[in-house]
């Protein structure tokens, strides 16, 4: 069985700063791994997601995640906050040719002028 | 294009009572998802539709949950005798269904916040 573990459930960070966000996942065979934030009143959306090849991955909005399968980790990552990046961020997997995603508990963000 | 759509946004109903909640895909997805996200935690799967059938329903927490798609696009999620611990947000989402998240992307209502009382 897969579990995603996101570490912090709230960061905040200054406009301008690095935003880190981390996630480990637990899997026997290396899994399909995505990044959703999830605005006030709106469904999540996809911000990147890794499933074969280079394992650094670019996304919407600037940011960008890197799969380390030695870590079992698959942290985001954006080298510039904006104030428009509060919002909450799930990590999910999925394993491979599978449709089922499995979330982890989210990470809320908040941005600091 | 028009996203997801689920209706309603909140709905609030006592214990014991039978909520249906709705879902409208994007046109022409073919899957249709169901996920359950309660307080402080992350969604969680509860049914997939391919169609008009449900693919897999292994989500679904016990027999008072009943989804359905009579016509392969909009989706009603049936909850009965409701109890106060089926309090969540349920997300529904869509995809153009190739049953695989390698080239399927899951898009995301914004949700119905369903409390029970």
């Known amino acids: 069985a897969q579990s995603v573990t996101q570490l912090g459930s709230h960061v905040s960070v200054s406009e301008g700063a690095l935003v880190l966000l981390r996630c480990n996942y637990s899997?026997?065979?290396?899994?399909?791994l995505f990044w959703y934030v999830q605005y006030p009143n709106q469904g999540l959306q996809l911000l990147l997601k890794y499933t074969t090849g280079a394992t650094l991955v670019k996304g919407i909005n600037g940011f960008e995640a890197e799969f380390k399968k030695s870590e079992t980790s698959f942290h985001l990552t954006k080298p510039s906050a904006h104030m428009s990046d509060a919002a909450e961020y799930f990590c999910a997997v999925s394993e491979r040719n599978d449709y089922k995603l499995s979330f982890g508990a989210g990470t809320t963000v908040t941005v600091r002028a | 294009g028009a996203g997801v759509s689920q209706t309603p946004s909140n709905k609030v109903t006592e214990k014991g009572k039978y909520v249906e909640l709705r879902c409208d895909p994007i046109?022409?997805?073919?899957?249709l998802y169901w996920y359950r996200q309660s307080l402080g935690q992350g969604p969680e799967f509860l049914i997939y539709f391919q169609g008009t059938g449900a693919a897999d329903d292994s989500g679904l927490p016990n027999d008072r949950f009943f989804a359905v798609r009579p016509e392969g696009s909009v989706s009603t999620l049936k909850i009965q005798r409701t109890e106060r611990g089926d309090s969540a947000v349920y997300l529904c989402?869509?995809?153009?269904?190739?049953?695989?998240?390698?080239?399927?992307?899951?898009?995301f209502g914004p949700g119905t916040r369903l409390t029970v009382l």
């Open positions: 899997s026997s065979v290396p899994p399909y």
């Open positions: 989402a869509s995809s153009l269904g190739s049953g695989s998240s390698l080239t399927d992307t899951q898009y």
């Open positions: 046109s022409g997805h073919t899957a």
